[in-house]
Structure formats: C-alpha cells, structure tokens
C-alpha cells in the first residue's frame, strides 16, 4: 500500500468524494477530532470556504499542519489545538 497525506489509508480521490458528500458549506465550522497534520481538514477547508477546528495531541503532526495551512488557508479559517479529547471543551474552542 502506498502512503497517503492523511491519517488513515484513504486516497486524494477518496477524501475528494467524501467532501463533496458532506454537504458543508462556508457557514460551517468543523471540528476533526484525532487530525493529524490536518491535512483532510484542510483539504475540506479548501473545498468548501467553511471553516476548521482540528485536535490532536501530537504537536510534531500539529506543527506540519499549521505549516502546510499558512500557504492553504486564509487565515483565522483553521485552529489547531493540542489538546485530548477527553478533557477538550468544544465551548472554549472559539
């Protein structure tokens, strides 16, 4: 198998038809619990206009994706948070 930007064995076209699926749209705000280096978060963001909250809690995947967003997404459209997602408050989140 080869390997793939996200977190899970799914490829470009994939994670494509799965955005187009989702029915989100630029008044959106999505949280993408356990994102990696966010990239599907990002891909969607992209896609969509909407925008993104990701978490997870390693900040090595957290720092790449706050990399690959600063040239992707406009800014104050995506939040990455260290955080788990046992502790995480949603509401603390904006």
Do not use: Y
Not at 8 to 25: E, F, Q, T, W
Not at 48 to 72: F, N, Q, R, Y
Not at 73 to 81: A, H, I
């Amino acid at each position: 198998m080869s390997l793939t930007p996200f977190n899970c064995p799914m490829s470009k076209k994939r994670a494509d038809r799965l955005i187009s699926h989702l029915g989100v749209n630029q008044a959106d705000m999505v949280l993408d619990a356990g994102c990696g280096s966010a990239e599907f978060l990002i891909r969607l963001l992209n896609a969509t206009g909407c925008g993104g909250i990701g978490i997870d809690v390693d900040d090595e995947a957290l720092g790449h994706g706050m990399e690959s967003a600063k040239d992707l997404v406009e800014t104050g459209r995506l939040r990455l948070t260290n955080a788990n997602l046992r502790q995480f408050n949603i509401e603390n989140a904006n």
